[in-house]
C-alpha cells in the first residue's frame, strides 16, 4: 500500500475539505480523493474517526 501522507496530513486535508463544504460521505471521498481514504484508513481504524479526530486537530 503506498501512502504519501503523514497522519496530521491526512487531518488537515479533512478539516481543509469540511471548512470548504465537500461533503465527506466514505464512498465520495473514496471515488474523489483515494489518496486521502488510503492514508486516513492507515493511520486510523476508520473514515468516521479521522473525521471525528480531525475536528479537534488545530
Excluded: C
Excluded at 496530521?8 to 465520495?28: A, F, H
Amino acid at each position: 500500500m503506498d501512502i504519501n501522507m503523514s497522519a496530521d496530513q491526512v487531518l488537515s486535508r479533512i478539516k481543509e475539505l469540511q471548512e470548504n463544504g465537500t461533503p465527506l460521505g466514505k464512498k465520495k471521498v473514496k471515488q474523489t480523493h483515494p489518496d486521502l481514504m488510503r492514508s486516513a484508513l492507515f493511520y486510523f481504524p476508520s473514515w468516521e474517526h479521522a473525521i471525528q479526530n480531525a475536528e479537534t486537530f488545530s
